[in-house]
């Protein structure tokens, strides 16, 4: 099992940053993939980025590409989101995920282990 805690969210004009950060603890050492998702109200969930956490190859999709960045910490078991030049459009519940299966992760279909969330809102 893993459990994953998500901190970091908040409230932030247009054009500020956030950094997000999810704590990982269980058996850690099986995940092959983590990544960030998001979920605004009414719409679909969301891959945001993901991490193979061996080779620390890293995946975006084309919305945060060159304003996200996510990354790893594994002596402290801590995955990390730096977001910058928020826009409103990125107002959302984030989410941290983590999976031990690589089709899952190839697919971005994470599903093993999620977080609870925390909120991001960003004003115009």
């Known amino acids: 099992q893993v459990q994953l805690v998500e901190s970091g969210g908040g409230s932030v004009q247009a054009g500020g940053s956030l950094r997000l950060s999810c704590v990982a603890s269980?058996?850690?050492?099986?995940?092959?993939?983590m990544g960030w998702f998001r979920q605004a109200p009414g719409k679909e969930r969301e891959g945001v980025a993901v991490?193979?956490?061996?080779?620390?190859?890293?995946y975006y999709a084309d919305s945060v590409k060159g304003r996200f960045t996510i990354s790893q910490d594994n002596n402290k078991n801590t995955l990390y989101l730096q977001m910058n030049s928020l826009k409103p459009e990125d107002s959302a519940m984030y989410y941290c995920a983590a999976d031990s299966r690589p089709p899952n992760c190839w697919n971005w279909a994470l599903d093993n282990y999620w977080g609870q969330g925390t909120q991001v809102t960003v004003s115009s």
């Open positions: 991490i193979y956490t061996v080779r620390g190859s890293t």
């Open positions: 269980g058996n850690t050492y099986s995940n092959y993939c």
